[in-house]
């Protein structure tokens, strides 16, 4: 089983940026193709970015194409979000997950980290 810590959340104008990480442990990172999900308030849990094992594929949410980037350093069990030119419907508590895939249009993951919360002020 995987741990996950998610860190860099925190309360930014919009427009900034923020960097989200999260370290895995427990087992290598390398296992498992990552994602971030979000859950803003009132909104149930979607969908952000995912990245597979090799880095060879990357998915993300129409709403954060072209501003959000993730990334992942297996040497160093850790994947990034970066998320630039932020916007205050952003707000959201930040998921990592671990052994996500994709169902139909929905993805789902098999193991969370607690979440980092992310406030966009506008």
């Known amino acids: 089983q995987v741990r996950l810590v998610e860190s860099g959340g925190g309360l930014v104008q919009a427009g900034g940026s923020l960097r989200l990480s999260c370290v895995a442990s427990?087992?290598?990172?390398?296992?498992?193709?990552m994602g971030w999900f979000r859950q803003a308030p009132g909104k149930e849990r979607a969908f952000v970015a995912g990245?597979?094992?090799?880095?060879?594929?990357?998915y993300y949410a129409d709403s954060v194409k072209g501003r959000f980037s993730i990334s992942r350093d297996n040497a160093k069990n850790t994947v990034y979000l970066q998320k630039n030119s932020l916007k205050a419907e952003d707000t959201a508590v930040y998921y990592c997950?671990?052994?996500?895939?994709?169902?139909?249009?929905?993805?789902?993951?098999?193991?969370w980290g607690q979440g980092t919360k992310v406030t966009v002020s506008s």
């Open positions: 997950a671990a052994d996500v895939s994709a169902y139909g249009s929905s993805w789902m993951g098999n193991y």
């Open positions: 427990g087992r290598t990172l390398s296992s498992y193709t």
């Open positions: 990245i597979t094992k090799d880095a060879f594929r990357i």
